[in-house]
């Protein structure tokens, strides 16, 4: 009995550890990949390559002195950060990497990390709301009402998948589409044959649901400063930053267990933890790529996309894919 | 400060965008009655630069002023001191050397090459996109290197003397614009790929940030924001100073009055400005660069005048008033963005703040030389 507790004590260290130092080294990735597609070097005097920037960021933002503004609601101002931080990493609990490395494997495990998904708003939500600042409480407003309306796109899509593979664990998931590249669900099937668009439609809302550019309309700085996290200063705001990578890294891992076979290779050779983490960083450096490279969009643009085109499109696939199931 | 908020509904509230705020480019207030994103009414409030550079005309002598120019409209320095040197060499009388002129008409457009560069990377980062800032700042970068060489100077340059200039440009100089002029204009189609063909880039600019052509002529706005709603007018091409009709160019003019018509009309001058360099480059005189001729205290007959110059961001305009001792009577600056400002708070009602802001960016201000 003993032994078990330590096991899921060690499981869900490791996880935490593994959502932790992608947490910081992705903002060491983010910065160098920033910096070579904008022809400059990005940090690298800190260690090699600027290896040694995440922990030195993380102490001075630990020695800074955290500053609540007047008239702020203590309580939700100190718990938001928090909020940001902790359902990213209660996610990775579940999360499988290969076979046997998972935290915890749970039959409900598409279920769980959307509804520690829906968690992450509610932090943007009270940041903004506690700070009392204006452009806060204005960007927080955008942020909630984005997160909303894609996660709707996204959980129909879940649902066409659960549908179609009748399972909601993530192992089982992923054990579908063992064998190959032709067996993984963003490939079209007879039963889906609108899975391509599907998984394009995925992929958008994972952008839009961790506010990464050009749907970052929630800390869009040319207008509202620095959007929810205006007032944040010290490690408050090196939560909120870190949440957001951790949320890249939980994004980029459900779009490769439920999209592209998990853990299986391409060709069907020697599955793996090595091809889940590649798959995932090719993922995340997408991610970044599209960050430097488009502008931000509307908020109106935004949300007219996600409920006229999105919404329609995943519906109907949705419907297309239950009467197929029928027929075959 | 304590205490809940209480919003009611249908109530609107004050934003105060600035003094310090990533959007407004320096310290400039914009006062907005929101309700909720979209703005009631704005109101833009001047003065945080204020440094009276009109009064400091007036009790300095004319050489003493030049310097101050450059000070108003850090981007583009060059315009400005070639408006007051032409302003002083018409009151004065002082004939200019050819070769002067037509160095200081290559450097002005290098100069307003450098502005719109500039400009276009701040606008774009207006819009969230930081990439292309970085792009533009490289290119930017050969332009300020090629003026330094020459003016002693990167930003705030007193090249320009009355009668010529301060010193002879070189071969390399030479070398360096000829160089740069066809990596300019590789660079301009490489924008024009990552930027102006980006759908949300033109989601966000087209029909968005109306001003008409009505609106300019209320508020006297001129440079690329005029001529983005369709009026076509230019210094250079309309009252001929310096050199400039001796240039083959012709100006960009867009009748769509939006955001879009004025990120158009700066790109399409780029490439008219590298058109002027390169006849520039190709008729450069030879000959010296100061009269043989020049008075040693500079005492302009008693009179008014007035010399406009087509500046980067609009017509720049000098008056002096002499009395005819060494210093000037009255010495007005009619600085463009002042004018394409005053026009915000009008067209601005009624936006979104994002869409606001945007056309904010689109007016291409630099804060100092509205306050001056």
């Known amino acids: ?328 | 400060m304590s205490g809940p908020i209480h919003i009611q509904p249908g109530e609107t509230f004050t934003l105060n965008v600035g003094p310090q705020h990533p959007a407004t480019h320096g310290v400039l207030r914009v006062k907005m009655e929101m309700d909720g994103e979209y703005i009631v009414k704005a109101e833009t409030v001047l003065g945080y630069i204020h440094r009276m550079h009109e009064l400091m005309g007036e009790n300095r002598t004319y050489p003493q002023v030049l310097p101050n120019l450059s000070r108003l409209d850090y981007l583009g320095a060059l315009g400005y001191t070639h408006a007051h040197v032409l302003a002083v060499e018409r009151a004065a009388g002082i004939e200019v050397p050819e070769r002067a002129e037509y160095i200081r008409a290559i450097t002005v457009e290098l100069n307003r090459i450098a502005s719109h560069l500039f400009w276009f990377g701040a606008f774009v980062m207006d819009l969230g996109g930081f990439t292309p800032l970085m792009y533009a700042i490289e290119d930017r970068e050969y332009i300020l290197d090629m003026l330094e060489a020459v003016t002693g100077s990167r930003l705030t340059y007193c090249y320009y003397r009355f009668g010529g200039l301060y010193n002879d440009i070189d071969d390399d100089f030479i070398d360096a614009a000829k160089a740069f002029i066809p990596r300019m204009r590789r660079q301009l189609k490489k924008y024009d790929a990552l930027v102006t063909g980006n759908i949300i880039f033109e989601k966000r600019l087209k029909d968005i940030g109306p001003i008409s052509a009505e609106m300019c002529r209320k508020y006297g706005a001129s440079g690329p924001v005029a001529r983005g709603a369709g009026i076509d007018f230019d210094v250079r091409k309309n009252e001929p100073y310096s050199v400039y009709s001796e240039f083959d160019f012709d100006v960009p003019v867009y009748h769509e009055c939006d955001s879009l018509a004025r990120y158009m009309v700066r790109m399409d001058e780029m490439e008219q400005s590298l058109r002027i360099i390169e006849q520039g480059l190709e008729k450069l005189p030879d000959g010296p660069i100061m009269p043989k001729k020049k008075p040693k205290l500079i005492k302009p007959p008693k009179g008014d005048y007035y010399q406009a110059v087509e500046t980067a961001r609009g017509s720049f305009g000098i008056r002096i008033v002499s009395d005819g001792t060494k210093n000037a009577y009255r010495f007005k600056l009619r600085s463009p963005t002042y004018s394409n400002m005053s026009l915000f708070d009008e067209a601005c009602e009624g936006m979104m703040i994002m869409d606001a802001l945007a056309m904010m960016g689109s007016l291409d201000l630099v804060i100092p030389e509205i306050d001056r």
């Open chain 1, 1 to 328: 009995m003993s032994l078990t507790i330590l096991n899921a004590v060690i499981a869900v260290v490791a996880a935490i550890a593994f959502a932790a130092v992608n947490a910081a080294y992705l903002v060491w990735a983010e910065r160098r990949g920033a910096g070579r597609i904008q022809r400059r070097p990005g940090p690298n005097v800190n260690g090699p390559l600027g290896l040694l920037q995440p922990p030195c960021d993380g102490i001075k933002l630990m020695a800074k002195q955290i500053m609540i503004p007047g008239g702020a609601d203590k309580a939700l101002f100190m718990v938001a950060p928090a909020l940001a931080m902790a359902p990213a990493i209660m996610s990775f609990v579940t999360i499988p990497f290969s076979d046997t490395i998972v935290a915890h494997s749970m039959n409900v495990g598409v279920l769980m990390i959307f509804a520690f998904a829906s968690l992450g708003a509610m932090s943007i939500l009270l940041a903004g709301w506690g700070s009392r600042n204006k452009y806060a409480v204005m960007a927080s407003v955008r942020a909630v009402s984005q997160n909303i309306s894609y996660e709707i796109p996204m959980l129909i899509t879940v649902i066409t998948i659960v549908m179609m593979t009748g399972t909601m664990d993530l192992k089982e998931l992923v054990a579908g589409q063992a064998g190959g590249m032709w067996n993984w669900n963003a490939v079209p099937s007879l039963a889906s044959p609108l899975m391509p668009v599907s998984f394009l439609i995925f992929f958008i809302c994972s952008l839009a649901e961790t506010n990464r550019a050009p749907f970052d309309l929630g800390e869009a700085e040319s207008e509202l400063v620095a959007g929810f996290h205006t007032e944040y200063g010290s490690m408050g705001f090196g939560l909120f930053f870190m949440g957001e990578y951790a949320n890249i890294v939980i994004g980029a891992s459900l779009i490769t267990i439920l999209f592209l076979g998990g853990w299986g290779c391409p060709l069907g050779l020697f599955p793996g933890v090595w091809w889940f983490l590649l798959k995932i960083y090719i993922l995340i450096f997408s991610f970044i790529w599209i960050r430097w490279t488009f502008p931000r969009t509307t908020i109106y643009g935004l949300l007219n996309l996600s409920w006229k085109i999105l919404i329609p499109i995943s519906l109907f696939n949705l419907l297309l894919t239950a009467g197929l199931l029928k027929v075959f």
